[in-house]
């Protein structure tokens, strides 16, 4: 099993920066993509960001130059820096790991999510 933490959310105002954090514990071997995802009331789940086992990034495309991802894979911790934050930032964020990427056992974890809300 593979527990999830995420962190860091919360309310800000418009042009603010928050940093969310998610952790991963339990059975943590062969993790590959991290990512960030969001789902606001009404609307499909959207990818943010994410970056590989490699270190290779991909974002949103309202996201970037904005947001950044990163990893520390010490700590199994996948972070993601916000900066500029508009209001249709607010959002539901959600954490992602897959594990035994490009393998017949690939399985997807999800944590339990986190509240962004940008307003003045």
């Known amino acids: 099993q593979v527990h999830l933490v995420e962190s860091g959310g919360g309310w800000v105002r418009p042009g603010g920066s928050l940093r969310l954090s998610c952790a991963a514990s339990g059975s943590i071997s062969s993790i590959g993509t991290m990512a960030w995802y969001r789902q606001a009331p009404g609307n499909q789940r959207e990818l943010v960001a994410a970056?590989?086992?490699?270190?290779?990034?991909d974002y949103g495309d309202s996201v970037k130059g904005r947001f950044t991802i990163s990893r520390d894979n010490t700590k199994n911790t996948v972070y993601l820096q916000m900066n500029s934050l508009k209001p249709e930032d607010t959002s539901f964020y959600l954490c992602?790991?897959?594990?035994?990427?490009?393998?017949?056992?690939?399985?997807?974890?999800w944590g339990q999510g986190t509240q962004v809300t940008v307003s003045s």
């Open positions: 970056i590989n086992s490699g270190g290779d990034k």
């Open positions: 992602n790991i897959v594990r035994f990427e490009n393998s017949p056992w690939k399985t997807s974890y």
